[in-house]
Structures are given as C-alpha cells and as structure tokens.
Nanobody, 124 residues
Framework: QVQLAEFGGGSVDSGGSLTLSCGVSGYDYFGRCLAWFRQSPDKEREAVVETDGYGHPNYADSVKGRFTISQDKNTLSLQMNDLKPEDTAMYYC????????????????????WGQGTQVTVSA
C-alpha cells in the first residue's frame, strides 16, 4: 500500500526559502511518476513539478529556476527558493503508476496516491 506524508511547510517572508519533504512508502518506482501539487482557496489545483516515466522533472513556468525536486531513499523533497506571496498554498505530494508501452515508460494520467498536504505561507 502506497503511503505519502508531507512535512516541512511553514511561514516565510518573501524571498525566503523552504524545503518540503514527503515520506514515501510502498512505492516501487524510485523518482518516477511523482509530483508536487499546490492549491490555494482562490485557485485551481496546480502541478508544481512532475517527474515522468524516466524521472525527468517538468516544472510549472511559475516556479522554474526557483524550485527543485529531488528524492533520497524514501523521501521526496521540494526545495523552494526566492519564495513569493503567490506561492502561498497547500502543497501536496502525489504518485501515479508507471507502465511500459512500445518499449517506453510512461505514467498514468491520474495520480492515485496523495498525501494530506502541508501549508506554505509567504508574506510580502
């Protein structure tokens, strides 16, 4: 059974940094088909970064150059630098399933495993 649990959120001033962590258990695809999402009350849920079937990250334009995803053993991390007030949101880690088709790996389009979320608040 896949279980995800985020921690490390908090409050920070604009321009500051935070590192979010997500404990991952029961998941067999190291570094692949994992993602960080965020949602604030006035916006739709947004994919911040997603790793594909080969572990390559794809970042949202709004965070490119500021956020970095990494995984060490059973912990998925999101390093967030130069934070802005618009980064304020609940952040979730998520996992999809990996499959192979025509000799290539891909991720299912639906993330079936989610953590409970951790709040990030950035003050102007």
């Amino acid at each position: 059974q896949v279980q995800l649990a985020e921690f490390g959120g908090g409050s920070v001033d604009s321009g500051g940094s935070l590192t979010l962590s997500c404990g991952v258990s029961g998941y067999d695809y190291f570094g692949r088909c994992l993602a960080w999402f965020r949602q604030s009350p006035d916006k739709e849920r947004e994919a911040v970064v997603e790793t594909d079937g080969y572990g390559h990250p794809n970042y949202a334009d709004s965070v490119k150059g500021r956020f970095t995803i990494s995984q060490d053993k059973n912990t998925l991390s999101l390093q967030m630098n130069d934070l802005k007030p618009e980064d304020t949101a609940m952040y979730y880690c998520a996992a999809a399933d990996l499959f192979a088709r025509n000799g290539r790996y891909a991720c299912t389009s639906v993330y079936t495993h989610w953590g409970q979320g951790t709040q990030v608040t950035v003050s102007a």
